[in-house]
């Protein structure tokens, strides 16, 4: 049957995640699409994918409205999609081959091209993953990457596959209450950067992997001084090559050259010249990859996927390929490959790829423009920042805030250049080629007909000291956007960190989005502060534990099933840890009895208390681990007891 293509409009939480599965099951393909895109740019991906049916949610509706398609709401929706059948579906997939979904990423030619990704791909990394994650990795994989960033593909699908569990948060530096049960983190360094600053991570996470964007050495032992991660893997991978192409362990206080790896399983990766020959190890060259991961190509774009997948020379397998990555790599002595950064002029930012030509493109679209250049600079270490140059038509006066409003209308918000400089002319090089290490920096003080109100009282002053320091501004408007003065959701969560701290209050990530100016947020912390003082905050104070207190809602859940299976250890979590040296007994048993005596839960019964059940907290007891000695057994007697005891200690009630 034909490939049928569903648009998902994203919204908040699991919703989007059902509805990505549901699209699967039923024999689609999904589109994901960014509500926080400009609206032609969400009409022309719909069009240029055949979408004809939308999935999203009801308050994104008005933004649904113009898409033109069917929608379907998944919450509002859920009435009548719960009458449906429970049946599975008779899905039109025919074989591996079938599309599974198109992610669209940035384009030269100033529209985003979509990259078809097919079934057989997507589980070919399902599988990698299983062998280099194990189940206890896989327990509290953390989906906080949007739909439309491919690492979503790895953060859903691998738990799913292998019964894992998948938490989903709004983004990593926001995490959720359950964030306690997080075992994998995926995210792109600059994010990971940015939760070390803060709050840091969770002590369940034992595993992080970093993709996306260079790793340094610095980060990945930053990673491993929080004491609890055990492995820090180092990706890489174009959405081309369905999420991953290549992967590194990083030891922990390793000193070698930190590199991207080897292919992961039935990948192929070659460094080759402009021949097509392989080069010589430790040669620099144009990194290919080819095998099973490979995109069917880019969607309704026949010339530029025969331009970027190439006939494989080196595979004797009919219709094999290669695709020309556009990264500079080299092969190290051991086999390991060493990145070098980008050939051409696409770069990433944050984890996105961005194609600079398409700001360029979306620039000269106005007739006051007559040419622009958009680079990535890092004028100070680690503030890495997308500027556009721009030289305008003779006698015209074009500025900033008119060049942002115009992009806007056309680009994703990663996309939008945190600062314009307009030029009378481009440095040029004796060759006559634009000089990009001439380019001068943009100025530190606000553009030309930014906002210059002072800040009228004592919050706002210390909300706009707050700015400066983040922005590395030397002052700011009380009215100006925090976003148009050279801000991004990075930036924006070292602001909130930094509000925490000078105010003991707590605004939200998402206040900054909806209320980007000092004005607007002095007012959110003085209503913050006010709620503290009159009262509505009230402190947590702990009750007396003599008496017998409700069981919450997931302790009714266990004590329900075990009236249905009395001594059922089904929901027992057990593990098991060997430990290599000799053995304080009297320490072990110190170190337990104060892990009982200080969490509660440890000492907690339930007991019957009239018509519903009520737990019992129990006073400090100090107990006496068991010793049994079975050093006088032969090795493998020893260990087979060991496993029964073990086994028979985990099934106990």
């Given amino acids: 049957g034909a490939e049928r293509r569903v648009g998902v409009l994203m919204g908040r939480g699991v919703g989007m995640v059902v509805g990505v599965l549901g699209v699967l099951k039923a024999g689609g393909a999904y ?89 057989h791909s997507a589980v070919m990394l399902v599988r990698w993953a299983r062998q280099v994650f194990a189940d206890e990795d896989l327990s509290g994989v953390l989906a906080a990457t949007s739909l439309s960033f491919d690492l979503s593909v790895f953060e859903l699908f691998v738990p799913l596959s292998y019964g894992g569990r998948v938490i989903v948060a709004e983004n990593a530096l926001q995490l959720p209450d359950i964030a306690e049960e997080v075992t994998l983190v995926n995210t792109v360094p600059s994010v990971m950067t940015e939760l070390l600053r803060g709050r840091g991570l969770p002590p369940s996470v034992r595993v992080v992997n970093l993709a996306g964007e260079p790793l340094s050495q610095q980060l990945a032992e930053q990673v491993y001084e929080s004491g609890h991660v055990r492995q820090v893997f180092n990706l890489y991978g174009p959405s081309e090559d369905t999420t991953y192409s290549t992967f590194a362990l990083i030891p922990k206080g390793s000193h070698e050259t930190l590199t991207i790896g080897r292919p992961i399983a039935n990948t192929q990766a070659y460094v080759l010249d402009r021949y097509l020959e392989p080069v010589p190890v430790g040669v620099a060259g144009e990194l290919y990859l080819g095998g099973d991961g490979l995109a069917r190509g880019y969607l309704n774009r026949p010339a530029l996927t025969a331009e970027k997948f190439i006939p494989d020379p080196f595979s004797g397998e009919p219709g094999a390929r290669l695709y020309r990555t556009g990264d500079l790599a080299r092969y190290l002595a051991d086999g390991r ?133 983040v922005l590395g501004r030397e002052r700011v408007g009380a009215r100006e956007n925090f976003f148009d003065a050279g801000g991004h959701s990075l930036l924006a969560t070292r602001l909130v960190s930094r ?18 100016t000092v004005e607007a947020l002095a007012l959110l912390v003085e209503q913050a502060r006010g709620r503290q003082d009159d009262g509505r905050d009230e402190p947590i104070t702990p009750v007396a534990r003599d008496a017998h207190m409700p069981l919450s809602f997931a302790q009714q859940r266990l004590w329900f099933l075990d009236q249905l299976e009395p001594g059922d250890a089904t929901y027992n979590i057990a593990a098991a840890v060997s430990l290599d040296g000799p053995l304080d007994i009297e320490a072990l048993e110190h170190a337990f009895n104060e892990v009982v005596r200080r969490h509660e839960a440890l000492r907690t019964t339930f007991e019957a208390a009239g018509t519903s059940p009520a737990q019992v907290i129990h006073p400090v007891r100090t107990r006496t681990l068991p010793l049994l000695d079975l050093g006088d057994l032969p090795r493998a007697e020893r260990e087979a007891e060991v496993e029964r005891l073990t086994r028979e200690e985990a099934a106990h009630p």
């Fill in 31 to 119: 589109v994901p699409l960014d509500a926080e895109y400009p609206a032609a740019r969400l009409r022309w991906m719909m069009e240029d994918a055949g979408v004809g049916v939308l999935l999203t949610e009801e308050n994104l509706l008005g933004v649904a409205a113009r898409a033109g398609a069917r929608v379907v709401c998944l919450d509002g929706d859920w009435g009548l999609i719960a009458r449906e059948g429970a049946r599975t579906p008779q899905a039109t997939v025919e074989g591996a081959q079938h599309l599974a979904y198109v992610i669209y990423t940035s384009g030269s030619t100033g529209r985003p091209k979509g990259v078809a990704i097919t079934h």
């Fill in 337 to 469: 490959i060493d990145f070098l950064g980008r050939i051409d002029h696409q770069v990433k930012l944050r984890g996105f790829r961005i194609e600079l030509g398409e700001i360029e493109s979306a620039l000269e679209s106005r007739p006051d423009v007559r040419q622009s250049l958009a680079v990535v600079r890092e004028d100070a270490p680690g503030q890495r920042r997308l500027v556009a140059y721009v030289l305008a038509e003779e006698a015209s006066a074009v500025s900033g805030g008119e060049l942002r409003e115009h992009l806007r209308a056309q680009l994703p918000d990663y996309m939008i250049p945190s600062a314009f400089v307009v030029l009378d002319e481009f440095p040029l090089t004796p060759n006559g080629k634009v000089d990009r290490g001439r380019l001068p920096a943009p100025e530190g003080e606000p553009s030309e007909g930014a906002d210059s109100t002072e800040a009228r009282t004592p919050t706002e002053e210390l909300v706009a000291g707050i700015w400066c320091e």
């Fill in 499 to 516: 509000v925490r701290e000078a105010f003991g209050v707590e605004v939200p990530l998402r206040a900054v989005f909806m209320h980007p």
